[in-house]
């Protein structure tokens, strides 16, 4: 399987999953459209928080509008505001290194497959199984849905208000 060193979260994204490799360090297992899976040598929260910023948001900001939003305290998904608006949502802590995240856009289903593990099934037909409960993880996904929709709502009040015409571009030429 391929490998690289650097990754940033696109459209195509479906899910960064945790993976122990040689030696105990922990490396994402990207899963990225319908046939590419690769591993990046870096843990999954960092691939989040490197491309947090490389769209000129912060993992920190990023959490904070959603509790905002949602009203949540912990564990809240997350936008990535790109080209196309992406929603995450993950299943562990937010600090933990082995934690998984998943593209709402790229969820099919999710289903209980016994009392501590879930059925993840992508858009692409790729499916994991995750050690979480299914009302854990349906909660999760259930919680990006809501963070989408309340942003949405708030952008089609946003641009149904009227704005203020602004008077012409005043020069910025001195007159000597």
């Known amino acids: 399987m391929e490998t690289c060193t650097n990754y940033i979260i696109n459209e195509s994204t479906a899910t960064l999953k945790a993976e122990r490799v040689q ?11 319908r046939n590419r899976v690769f591993n990046v040598a870096k843990p999954p929260i960092a691939i989040v928080k490197e491309s947090l910023k490389e769209y000129g948001m912060t993992y920190q900001g990023a959490l904070q509008a959603a509790k905002y939003k949602l009203d949540k305290k912990s564990t809240p998904p997350f936008r990535i505001c790109g080209a196309t608006d992406m929603y995450w949502f993950y299943f562990s802590s937010q600090k933990n290194l082995e934690n998984t995240f998943v593209s709402l856009a ?15 099934i992508l858009t692409s037909g790729y499916y994991f199984y995750h050690p979480i409960s299914y009302k854990v993880a349906n909660g999760r996904k259930n919680q990006a849905i809501l963070l989408r929709g ?11 208000v009227h704005l203020i015409e602004l008077p012409e571009k005043v ?5 000597e």
């Open 23 to 33: 030696n105990n360090y922990i490396h994402t297992k990207v899963i990225e459209g």
């Open 106 to 120: 790229h969820i099919l289903d999710i289903q209980p497959d016994n009392k501590k593990q879930t059925k993840i």
């Open 150 to 160: 309340r942003i949405e709502d708030s952008i089609k009040k946003q641009s149904s």
């Open 171 to 175: 020069s910025e030429e001195k007159e």
